[in-house]
């Protein structure tokens, strides 16, 4: 098989197009965005990451007949046993904006110390030739860090103010974006599934 020349990236939220479009567009790969096709969403009911990124990726496919790539991705807060996890993104309830979100996590982190902030955000990144393909390419990552107290920086989108990456001084969101995508859940997941396509493009 070889690579497509033209892809669809099943998300919605234009942060998350920006730093993928970033990573595809130097492979030559024409990305559409799956609003081109329909104004439907994928009902998003699997219990993990990578089951949210294949209904997603299928949900693509469908629509727009072209091969898909879709992510599905979240925060994990070990005090508070994983949560917000899959609900990352409706933390604060139903259509809830990145603003609640955050305050919900401050707000439920209060009484937690510096040292039990442990988190992490987690990315599980798909490709499917087409709906039914029954061999999703699936690639993980994951990038380690810790919930500041309070929010900083402007950069980035979702949880990024409060998201303090190991090893660096500030947050997410004061880093610039080429930044971010060299570190990022999302930056090493897509970079890993752009891997497996290479080398299943070779196998062929
Ligand atoms: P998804 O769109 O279903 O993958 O949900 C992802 C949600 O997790 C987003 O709405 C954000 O709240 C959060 N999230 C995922 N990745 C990031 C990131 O890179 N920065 C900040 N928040 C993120």
Redesign the pocket.
């Known amino acids: 098989m070889s690579i497509p020349r033209e892809i669809v990236l099943a998300?919605a939220?234009a942060?998350?197009l920006r730093?993928m479009r970033a990573i595809l567009a130097p492979l030559g790969l024409a990305v559409r965005a799956v609003s081109e096709f329909t104004d439907g969403s994928a009902v998003?009911d699997g219990l993990s990451?990578v089951e949210?990124a294949i209904i997603?990726a299928r949900f693509a496919a469908e629509a727009s007949g072209l091969p898909a790539i879709a992510?599905?991705?979240?925060?994990e807060v070990d005090a508070l046993g994983g949560e917000?996890g899959?609900r990352?993104?409706r933390?604060a309830g139903a259509g809830a904006d990145?603003r609640a979100?955050n305050q919900k996590l401050l707000e439920a982190l209060s009484e937690v110390p510096p040292a039990q902030r442990s988190a992490r955000?987690r990315?599980a990144m798909v490709f499917m030739r087409w709906p039914l393909d029954p061999a999703p390419l699936v690639s993980q990552a994951s990038?380690e860090g810790r919930i500041a107290t309070q929010a900083h920086g402007a950069g980035?989108?979702?949880?990024?103010p409060l998201?303090l990456p190991a090893g660096l001084p500030g947050t997410?969101a004061e880093l610039d974006p080429d930044a971010?995508n060299m570190l990022?859940?999302?930056g090493n997941a897509l970079r890993g599934l752009v891997t497996a396509l290479a080398e299943m493009a070779q196998d062929r």
């Open positions: 998300s939220n942060g998350k730093e998003e990451f949210n997603k992510d599905d991705s979240g925060l917000p899959i990352s993104a933390y990145a979100n955000f990315c990038w980035g989108f979702g949880y990024d998201f997410a971010k990022s859940h999302r």
